[in-house]
């Protein structure tokens, strides 16, 4: 069982930065490749980045990339989203996922709103 918590989201300016984080309960998150969602309001939940278990591959959406920066500290068991120059659009809750196999957990989201 993995429990994840996501933080850092909230309210920024277009052209602002935020960081969010995902940390993650249990003691075999090392094992898990971790993402980053996106769900904006009235639309579809969306991957915006992706990294592997050990951090050696990454992936992000075509919206995202040159802005965002996906991380993570499996000592501090937590994935981290550098998120730069804001745009109105990136507006949406974001969630964090675990994936190993056929075990697959979810964060309960953070909002983040991009709005002048």
Do not use: H
């Not at 919206?63 to 949406?92: C, H, W």
């Amino acid at each position: 069982q993995v429990q994840l918590v996501e933080s850092g989201g909230g309210l920024v300016q277009p052209g602002g930065s935020l960081r969010l984080s995902c940390a993650a309960s249990g003691r075999t998150f090392s094992r898990y490749a971790m993402g980053w969602f996106r769900q904006p309001p009235g639309k579809e939940r969306e991957l915006v980045a992706s990294i592997t278990w050990n951090g050696g591959n990454t992936y992000y959406a075509d919206s995202v990339k040159g802005r965002f920066t996906i991380s993570r500290d499996n000592a501090k068991n937590t994935v981290y989203l550098q998120m730069n120059s804001l745009k109105p659009e990136d507006t949406a809750v974001y969630y964090c996922k675990a994936r190993n196999g056929d075990y697959v957990y979810w964060g309960q989201g953070t909002q983040v709103t991009v709005s002048s």
